[in-house]
């Protein structure tokens, strides 16, 4: 069994949470026993995420949402590695997650380490710069004159790896989100607002 949400349904559940999370509204998820004794069975979250692992940016919370509700992938600087791909395909082909939400932030350390390797030629442990060398592609994308080069370079790359998702994933992957099974949304989460933007293709913000 899956969730029964249409992927619009999942967005719409979680954009109101944002909004409750902004209102600061008390949030008290269910952890009971009864409900991990469910969650032990069966889990059917409502949404698969690509995050960034900065302790900032925790999507439960942001998005008010409980146990079993968040499918989430976290790595340094959300980047589409083989991993995330992986992890995300399970999430759509075994638990039927009707919506992908790849979610970059601003002020994002892995970022801004990427800048630094692009501008001032920075190197970093050899682990460490393969983490973030999938993170370059969308800093010599972004637009340099830009006010914050760091944000939209993030926000760069949120739109590039929903555009791998969405046009080179797996067969499944692809003919859901041609069937309306399936909908890949990018997003960005400001620090300093608590807000999260839903992006559209082109690249323009959507308030939650």
């Given at each position: 069994m899956t969730t029964s949400?249409?992927?619009?349904?999942?967005?719409?559940?979680?954009?109101?949470?944002n909004r409750?999370?902004?209102a600061g509204?008390?949030?008290?998820?269910?952890?009971?026993?009864?409900a991990r004794l469910q969650l032990a069975?069966?889990?059917?979250?409502?949404?698969?995420?690509?995050?960034?692992s900065d302790s900032r940016v925790p999507p439960e919370l942001l998005f008010e949402r409980g146990l079993g509700e968040l499918f989430i992938v976290r790595n340094a600087g959300n980047s589409l590695c083989n991993t995330a791909i992986g992890s995300l395909e399970f999430a759509v082909i075994n638990l039927g997650v009707p919506l992908i939400v790849v979610m970059g932030h601003q002020q994002c350390?892995?970022?801004?380490?990427?800048?630094?390797?692009?501008?001032?030629q920075r190197r970093y442990s050899a682990r460490i710069d393969a983490a973030l060398h999938p993170l370059l592609p969308a800093v010599l994308s972004a637009d340099p004159?830009?006010?914050?080069?760091?944000?939209a370079a993030a926000r760069a790359?949120?739109?590039?790896?929903?555009?791998?998702?969405t046009q080179e994933s797996s067969p499944e992957i692809i003919g859901r989100i041609r069937a309306g099974q399936l909908k890949v949304v990018g997003a960005f989460y400001s620090l300093t607002s608590g807000a999260v933007d839903f992006l559209d293709e082109e690249g323009e913000g959507e308030s939650s």
């Open positions: 949400l249409s992927p619009d349904a999942a967005l719409t559940l979680l954009k109101e949470g409750r999370f902004l509204e008390p949030f008290t998820p269910v952890t009971d026993r009864r069975a069966a889990q059917h979250p409502i949404a698969a995420y690509l995050s960034c350390g892995a970022m801004r380490a990427a800048v630094a390797m692009v501008r001032e004159w830009s006010e914050d080069l760091v944000d790359n949120v739109l590039s790896v929903v555009q791998t998702i």
